[in-house]
């Protein structure tokens, strides 16, 4: 529980503070003090009588009632501490800086949930333990510097790790962002980073609070409420980029199905993040840029032009930029064009990047600007690269900079790298409110990442043409765990109006033969019982007469494991990949991409949380490395990707019923000319 008391605590007791800022409770008592606290501050510590210029008493019994504690002691006294602050000192909030608790063994596990007890009953907060503390506006509770500067409407956020934290305010500050708030939970104990996720949902007001969460997650303890959360503020206006870590041992499990290989983690948490809204990063240095991308006007469209005094950083932009898919457009060529050329130094060019020459100053920066603000209506957001030339200071220019991102209606990046020669300059300008991006391509890259991450999507069930009652009957009268038949695998998929190709399973050749000439020549044998039917040749193409077929159906029944042979027309078409396993704590993830080497080799799926809207399932497809192959690539007919997306979503209401299944293949799904359809399929369910 999160309450007023560890948010904005009127009286304040550090135990363990000191008079040496080098121990985490003497630095604390330091920042507390230097933060301007305006309530009242007290200290423990039996060997000082003075700490900091604040009284200390001599133990916890001998301070008045308190509503924030921090503790900063060796673990074997905190219990007994805090059961005498809580029971007696009427604390409501505490703050564990100490260490050594359930991160470190097994005792230290049981003596934690002790102490959350006490807490509990107390009905009291707890920050921690294990952590660096938290700040905000009101006091500043933490053990670490540096204080990143304060800013009610500067970034919230919330870390799993102190140390990660810290690193993160580093790079933070270094750009120029403010922070509202600070909170590192530690062990989290009783207050993850969910709750306070959940806290800031419940209470947020549009007018007076901060719109930007930065978030370092190590263990999502309640998927659904961290997606209900994050998906809640982004749809008030938030943005919201965080970094998930500890996802990839998950990968290496053995799995018996290409889903249940790809399927780790990890691709859930790209899944619950995608469904949301939130920006998924991976490094600090990423995310800290992000966050600073998100306190610029919003960029809503893909058309970038580039003012710039170097050629040679700009190309490089213009690199990073195109090779995310934003556009550069040419703006030479045309009369307006040639009227800028006109007001800027010769030998300036206009094509875009708009480069105004080392010796271009202010003014022509000024203009440069205006022009892509006003006139070339082509452009819906501005880079501009200046630095320092050694030879004079910059401070016009990064004034008129200062003017124009306030004034100009688009948005403006400014990237200033000359930190070392131009530093005054920079920290002038970052001092006026703004942030800077010292490298051009960290900055294209997060701008790239921000405009892919699609808005949070409805996360409706659609239930049209899904068979429920079916659907049910069918997997309770399966009677155990494991694959089931070819049979009903293709009941399952009728049920949930998922096409199939017709297919026929017996070992009885006479009946494979009749089938066979039911539907057709060329058709498809497959052996049925081994899960990896390919790897025992096991998978016959082409059969084009009854006499091969009978040759081969022989073959396969000797096949180790075979129960039957499945036969079915042979199609023709561009293999898809869809699939789906279960995933504890999130739920089912549902797969999805261009089949054969694609997901073989590259992996190149799309992941996402059931159930399935058809908008996120377009989302889905959309982010696939081989998307221009739906397009048409190279003169081919392209493919119907809302029918692929209509069997995506037909396949998570399929699974929001089913929860028995746990693996589930659809390999491949071939997009023909007569539509898209289901050659193969396997699936596992868990009684």
């Not at 501050?41 to 001998?62: A, C, F, H, R, T």
């Not at 806290?199 to 999502?220: A, G, H, R, V, W």
């Not at 996402?608 to 998307?627: D, H």
Request: a negative charge.
């Amino acid at each position: 529980m999160i309450n007023k008391e560890l948010i904005n605590p009127k009286s304040i007791v550090v135990v363990g503070g000191s008079n040496k800022t080098s121990k985490p409770g003497g630095n604390c008592v330091r920042n507390i003090i230097n933060g301007k606290y305006e309530g009242d501050l007290y200290v423990i510590n039996p060997k000082e009588e003075i700490v900091q210029g604040v009284k200390s008493y001599q133990s916890v019994y001998d301070i008045p009632p308190t509503d924030l504690a921090i503790i900063a002691i060796p673990a074997a006294a905190c219990l007994d501490t805090i059961t005498v602050l809580a029971k007696e000192k009427e604390v409501k909030a505490f703050i564990m800086f100490t260490a050594g608790f359930g991160e470190e063994t097994v005792e230290g596990g049981e003596l934690e949930k002790q102490i959350v007890e006490v807490i509990n009953e107390a009905g009291a907060s707890l920050i921690g333990p294990n952590c660096i503390g938290m700040l905000n506006r009101y006091h500043h509770s933490l053990f670490t510097l540096p204080i990143p500067e304060m800013d009610p409407m500067g970034v919230d956020m919330i870390s799993s790790s102190g140390g990660t934290c810290l690193f993160i305010m580093e790079s933070s500050i270094r750009m120029g962002l403010r922070f509202n708030s600070v909170w590192s939970v530690g062990n989290a104990a009783q207050i993850c980073v969910e709750d306070i996720l959940e806290y800031m949902d419940q209470n947020f007001n549009p007018e007076t609070d901060p719109k930007i969460k930065l978030l370092y997650i190590e263990s999502i303890k309640d998927p659904d409420k961290l997606l209900e959360s994050t998906t809640s503020l982004i749809q008030k206006g938030c943005r919201i980029a965080a970094i998930k870590s500890g996802s990839s041992e998950s990968g290496i499990r053995a799995a018996s199905s290409h889903t249940g290989a790809m399927a780790n983690p990890d691709l859930a948490v790209e899944a619950l993040f995608r469904k949301a809204g939130v920006v998924r990063c991976h490094s600090r240095e990423e995310l800290a840029t992000i966050g600073a991308v998100f306190t610029l006007k919003e960029l809503k469209g893909n058309n970038l032009a580039i003012v710039t005094h170097a050629g040679g950083p700009a190309v490089i932009l213009t690199d990073a930029l195109s090779k995310g898919g934003l556009e550069i457009p040419n703006l030479s060529g045309t009369a307006l064009a040639e009227k800028l050329k006109k007001q800027l130094l010769p030998g300036s060019s206009v094509s875009n990047p708009i480069d105004i020459i080392g010796t271009g100053g202010p003014d022509h920066l000024a203009t440069a600007i205006d022009y892509c603000e006003n006139k070339f209506t082509n452009i819906d957001g501005i880079a501009v690269i200046f630095g320092s030339p050694g030879l004079t200071r910059v401070y016009e220019a990064y004034d008129v900079l200062d003017r124009k991102m306030k004034s100009c209606r688009k948005p403006i990046f400014p990237i200033l790298p000359s930190v070392s020669t131009a530093w005054d300059e920079t920290d002038f300008f970052v001092k006026k409110g703004h942030v800077n991006f010292s490298d051009e391509v960290g900055l294209a890259e997060a701008l790239i990442k921000v405009l892919k991450t699609p808005h949070p999507l409805a996360n409706n069930l659609e239930l049209k043409g899904v068979d429920i009652p079916l659907v049910r009957r069918i997997i309770d009268n399966i009677p155990e765990s494991g694959y089931i038949a070819p049979e009903l695998v293709q009941k399952l998929f009728q049920a949930a109006s998922i096409p199939m190709v017709e297919e026929f399973s017996s070992s009885d050749g006479e009946e494979i033969r009749r089938f066979a000439e039911k539907v057709g020549f060329p058709v498809v044998a497959k052996v049925v019982g081994p899960v990896h039917k390919s790897d025992v040749g096991g998978v016959v193409l082409n059969i084009r007469s009854p006499e091969h077929l009978y040759f081969e159906f022989q073959r396969l029944m000797e096949v180790p494991q075979a129960k039957a042979v499945m036969v079915q027309p042979m199609l023709k078409g561009v293999e898809l990949f869809a699939g789906a396993k279960y995933e504890e704590k999130f739920g089912h993830i549902v797969l999805c991409g261009l089949g054969g080497i694609f997901v073989e080799i590259f992996k190149d799926v799309a992941s996402g949380l059931a159930p399935l809207a058809t908008e996120e399932a377009l989302s889905m497809i959309r982010s696939l490395k081989g998307y221009k192959v739906f397009q048409g690539a190279r003169g081919q007919k392209g493919i119907d990707e809302h029918q692929f997306a209509k069997i995506v979503v037909q396949l998570s209401a399929l699974l929001r019923f089913a929860s028995e299944i746990k693996e589930l293949d659809i390999n491949p799904l071939l997009a023909t000319e007569k539509g898209i359809i289901a050659v193969d399929a396997r699936i596992r369910i868990e009684k």
